[in-house]
């Protein structure tokens, strides 16, 4: 199923995020560290143009260590510094102050050198939808600010938010869409519920998983659900299928004649995956 992707919402957005870029020193740009380039807008260099950005991997809790590493690299590569956090923990959420004040140091030595009183910096937000924007901007205000749980349509006030003396902040204006007219893109949104899972077709979203998870956390798959053997060709759907059944027979979605519900399995593998009752997964690697 495609999801559709109208221009009209990035046009849109991208308009609302320029106007504010002049108040800009610094963006703070977050996203999903299971899968940080498709929770990532597809055009935001362009957006951003250059102005100095912090990459932050969030939801690291649920990722997989050895990845968020490789993903850790991948940005320096390209430099950009980024730093793995668990907003809704705070873990590592200190560390990004000085690591913003790092970015606009230069600035901050010149107004000094200057006489000039150093003001707060001003730092945007930007992310797509669930990403956990509120949820850090709550952790860095150090109390409830941003209602968590926004959904894309409602409208949020704008406003700065204070951390502390240094830093002021300020939330996405609008809503920053993902690339997802992508099927990949989007089988990777749905699976760590950046989307809602109607969007996409339940099954189709947890073969998916299963897939990806066969092919990169096999042991961990046979292990924890008693899977014999693991399919050596991930595109025999059948194959596939007996992995889905043998997951639902061990988390108990069985109906009559003992048959295996594989619209109840499907959406326990989607729930045990994104509350990292799978262990800390990864569903995307940058080589
Ligand atoms: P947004 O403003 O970018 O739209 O995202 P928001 O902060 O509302 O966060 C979206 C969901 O992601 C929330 O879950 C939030 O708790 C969760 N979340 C945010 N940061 C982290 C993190 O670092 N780790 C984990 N595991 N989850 C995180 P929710 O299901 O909407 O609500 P609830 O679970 O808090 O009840």
Redesign the pocket.
Known sequence: MTIQWFPGHMTKARRQIEEKLKLIDVVIELLDARIPLSSRNPMVDEILKGKPRLVLL??N??ADPQVTAEWVKYFADQGLPALPI???NGTHVKEILPRVKQLWAHKIETMLRKGINPRAIRALIV?I???????LINQLAGKKI?A???KPGVTKGQQWIKVGTEMDLLDTPGILWPKFEDQMVGMRLAATGAIKEELLHLDDVALFTIKYMVQHYGAGIQERFGVQELPEDMDNIQEMVKVMEAIGRKRGAIVSGGKVDLDKASLIIIRDLRAGKMGRISLERPF
């Open positions: 969030n939801k809790d649920l668990d907003a809704a992310g939808p669930n990403v956990g924007k509120s949820t941003a968590t749980g926004d």
